[in-house]
């Protein structure tokens, strides 16, 4: 799909309609402004192919390559910039207001790798029943030792949340 994109976003030799074009050679040193026909002469005297660079630009730039090979680093510069992004997720822990400071503990080394790989980490305390009533304190008081423990990699994105029978807070990485 891609290929097919860049195939046609650039004008290769007698496609270049203007009649005057700035010139780059194969060395990459500029020749200064020449006529169409002067630059394809030169282009094909070093059996390259000339290619309009920037169009838009008065006159247009155009530069003597292999087209090929032009596209082919293209495409590679493309691969590797998808490689190279990340997209940030939001992950999630969920615990309850009677978890153990063991499975606690757990629980944050996991977040702690999840803040370190650059992902959102929302904790989410999760009351059952009549628990909602009796707890809420218990479970904003964990979230709240969560985030102490964590205060040194990540920040509070969103502070302490009260949504039905669930208390979250969302932290972002430093």
């Known amino acids: 799909m891609a290929k097919k994109n860049n195939r046609n ?6 496609q270049i309609v203007c009649s005057e074009v700035r010139l780059i050679d ?3 040193e500029q020749r200064g402004l020449l006529k169409i026909e002067k630059a394809q002469e030169i282009a094909n005297n070093v059996g390259l192919d000339l290619v309009e660079i920037s169009p838009n630009s008065n006159p247009p730039v155009c530069k003597i390559l292999d087209y090929g090979k032009f ?10 910039n998808k490689k190279k992004q990340h997209v940030v997720q939001v992950k999630e822990i969920r615990i309850r207001p009677n978890t153990g400071d063991h499975d606690l503990v757990t629980k944050l080394k ?25 707890r809420k304190e218990d479970g904003i008081e964990t979230l709240n030792k969560v985030v102490e423990v964590l205060k040194d990699i990540s ?6 949340d009260l949504q039905g029978r669930r208390v979250s807070v969302v932290l972002s990485p430093k």
């Open 9 to 14: 976003k650039y004008r290769v030799n007698s």
């Open 26 to 28: 194969n060395n990459n």
């Open 71 to 80: 596209l082919y680093e293209i495409e590679k510069q493309v691969k590797l």
């Open 110 to 134: 996991r977040g702690q790798k999840f803040l370190e790989n650059g992902d959102k980490l929302k904790i989410t305390v999760m009351y059952r029943g009549r628990e909602f009533y009796s």
């Open 155 to 160: 920040f509070i994105d969103k502070p302490v």
